[in-house]
């Protein structure tokens, strides 16, 4: 079955970029039917979708968080990435990837259906 | 971009019938019948339990059920069992391919 894992530092800098992959075995990130997001949730807080990004490329992100992140994918090696500028301490959460189920044949879905375990990150100098 | 509202804590007894209420717009909940549910306990990643506003994933429970009316949708858990206390977020499709979450409700079995 499909599995997501996500990868990257646990310790940023204030004011430098976080950046995290996801690595996808079980099932290939260019698939048609599907999306691959970012959500995060700080420590006791809700969950934030940060973005979802295709296999094409294209990329959609939450209003608050534009100016800051940037998701790309490789299908060659079958993962995704998050870069996160500007880091400050309210960037300091879990942050998950997750399968975005974004259609099938009958229409829209957008749901997250696989998720990753999570990776917490550190923000300190 | 606002988060849906969900009630902060519900609570219920084995065996009952509880209801958890998501609260959006006319741009995200109410515009669109794509409304997902996830169950997260603690320490551990969320986990898809209904999409599309009523439809359930393989494996999941015929005790979780959802609805939507407006702009305000609804998770239904009968029969309430221990394993059920968790916390619940809703999420909706907000048009140009953008999701939003709701703040999460903690379900507390008595």
């Known amino acids: 079955q499909v599995q997501l894992q996500e990868s990257g530092p646990g310790l940023v800098k204030p004011s430098e970029t976080l950046s995290l992959t996801c690595s996808v075995s079980g099932g290939s990130v260019s698939s048609s039917f599907h999306y691959w997001g970012w959500i995060r949730q700080a420590p006791g807080k809700g969950l934030q979708w940060i973005g979802s990004?295709?296999?094409?490329?294209?990329?959609y992100y939450t209003p608050s968080l534009k100016s800051r992140v940037t998701l790309s994918i490789d299908t060659s090696k079958n993962q995704f990435s998050l870069k996160l500028r500007s880091v400050t301490a309210a960037d300091a959460t879990v942050y998950y990837c997750?399968?975005?189920?974004?259609?099938?044949?009958?229409?829209?879905?957008?749901?997250?259906?696989?998720w990753g375990q999570g990776t917490m990150v550190t923000v300190s100098s | 971009q606002s988060a849906l509202t969900q009630p902060a804590s519900v609570s219920g007894s084995p065996g009952q019938l509880i209801t958890i209420s998501c609260t959006g717009t006319s741009s995200d909940v109410g515009n669109y019948k794509l409304v997902s549910w996830y169950q997260q306990h603690p320490g551990k990643a969320p986990k898809l339990i209904i999409s599309e506003v009523n439809k359930r994933p393989s494996g999941i429970s015929t005790r979780f059920s959802g609805s939507k009316s407006g702009n305000r949708a609804s998770l239904t858990i009968s029969g309430l069992q221990a394993e059920d206390e968790a916390d619940y977020y809703c999420?909706?499709?907000?048009?140009?391919?953008?999701?939003?979450f709701g703040g999460g409700t903690k379900v507390t079995v008595l």
């Open positions: 990004v295709y296999y094409t490329g294209s990329s």
């Open positions: 997750a399968r975005h189920f974004y259609h099938d044949r009958s229409g829209p879905i957008h749901a997250f259906d696989i």
């Open positions: 999420c909706s499709y907000a048009g140009s391919n953008t999701v939003v």
